[in-house]
């Protein structure tokens, strides 16, 4: 008896059984802490090459059509950087506030919906519930096809986002932004094309999926093999149903494409995948959009369902009265809570010493 209370394993069980939870908190975080050393690296993103060099033309846009348009040296209200759809919601979210004048979204690929231009691997889906991912439908009066949507409805639904709010013809596409500089009253926007675009506002929204990052593993160099990004996939080579890679053995490097697995151990000769980190699988379970569903979704639909989708993932939004203050140091700590419970920044504080409370938004 007195062996087995003096035992931590035994005392780790009997806190297991105590707590209700059915496992040891601490062994779980030692456990991560460990996988996490594991994959820390001193080199950072040095262990990645960039497509640049021998490699450039892994960063090609396949869905590209050569496009040789006269350098731009016009003057725009407000230019976005990036077409994906953080840069098509500024340009929603301007014409709905009613600014007057040309909005010109520029983007490296060749159209718009950021990553979801870039990566048509096969199999790919949105791992979000569509309803709650997809933004502004309800202002286009669109309900996705599935629950989980396939990246080609999700293009297209890029595609009706700017032709629903008129950022179709000021667009300008295979066009990286090089400079920013402003000029007396104006931003002079320079681009690889040898562009000099004039614009009173400029808005960044580019995003860090575009750029494929290789491996920086031995051998890569030298390497006689077909090989291809995930978000350059090579349909030329594999086929539009992977019928090319019947005779071929394949080797994915990485996890993070890992959809394209069961569609490549499927048609591919043999599959390996060689991963640092597994991915989290689950069953998909997707499923098409109900119509009668649908017929009851009531104005404000989506917004409701994404504060919920929020709220499960995130926790409930919660708010707070900053406390009186007659210095900075105090503003600066109801300024921090707010910032970390993703509330809006507590305003400055009145003549009297009070700050208003904020209102938590996310």
């Known amino acids: 008896m007195i062996s087995s209370l003096c035992d931590g394993t035994a005392w780790r069980k009997g806190l ?35 497509v640049e060099g021998e490699f450039a ?12 348009r006269e350098p731009l040296a016009d003057t725009v209200d407000v230019l976005v950087i990036g077409g994906g759809f953080g840069g098509l919601l500024a340009g929603a979210r301007l014409r709905q506030a009613g600014v007057p ?20 691997y096969p199999g790919i889906h949105c791992d979000i519930e569509s309803y709650v991912y997809l933004p502004l439908l309800e202002e286009l009066d669109y309900v996705p096809k ?10 297209e639904h890029a595609r009706a986002i700017a032709r629903h709010f008129d950022l179709c013809a000021d667009a300008v596409f295979q066009t990286r932004v090089t400079e920013l500089r402003w000029d007396e009253d104006a931003w002079v926007v320079a ?3 040898g562009d000099a675009i004039r614009a009173k506002h400029v808005i960044a929204s580019s995003g860090t999926l575009s750029r494929p990052k290789l491996p920086g593993i031995p051998g890569i ?24 890679l019947a005779d071929k053995r394949v080797a994915v490097i990485g996890a993070g494409a890992i959809q394209i697995v069961p569609h490549l151990g499927r048609d591919a000769q043999s599959l390996h995948v060689f991963q640092r980190t597994p991915s989290s699988v689950d069953v998909r379970g997707n499923r098409p959009t109900a119509p009668e569903w649908t017929k009851g979704l009531g104005p ?12 499960v993932v995130s926790g409930p939004r919660r708010t707070r009265t900053c406390p009186p203050t007659a210095g900075p140091a105090a503003l600066s700590c109801c300024a921090s809570w707010c910032t970390a ?19 938590s938004r996310r």
């Open 16 to 50: 297991m059984v105590a707590s209700g939870l059915g496992f040891d908190p601490d062994a779980l975080r030692e456990k991560y802490r460990v996988e996490r050393d594991r994959r820390l690296r001193p080199d950072g993103i040095g262990q990645y090459r960039g």
């Open 57 to 68: 033309g892994f960063g090609d846009d396949p869905h590209a059509v050569p496009d040789d």
């Open 101 to 120: 004048g040309r909005v010109r979204l520029v983007d490296d690929g060749a159209d718009f919906g950021g990553t979801w231009h870039w990566n048509r």
């Open 146 to 155: 599935w629950k989980y949507a396939p990246g080609e409805e999700i293009r």
């Open 191 to 193: 681009t690889d094309r």
């Open 221 to 244: 160099e030298t390497f006689r093999g077909h090989m291809f990004h995930t978000s350059r996939w090579d349909y030329d080579y594999t086929g539009g149903g992977l019928t090319g």
């Open 300 to 311: 404000g639909w989506q917004r409701r369902r994404r504060h919920n989708f929020l709220s």
């Open 341 to 359: 419970t993703r509330a809006r920044p507590c305003p400055p504080t009145s003549a009297s010493g009070s700050a208003r409370s904020p209102t």
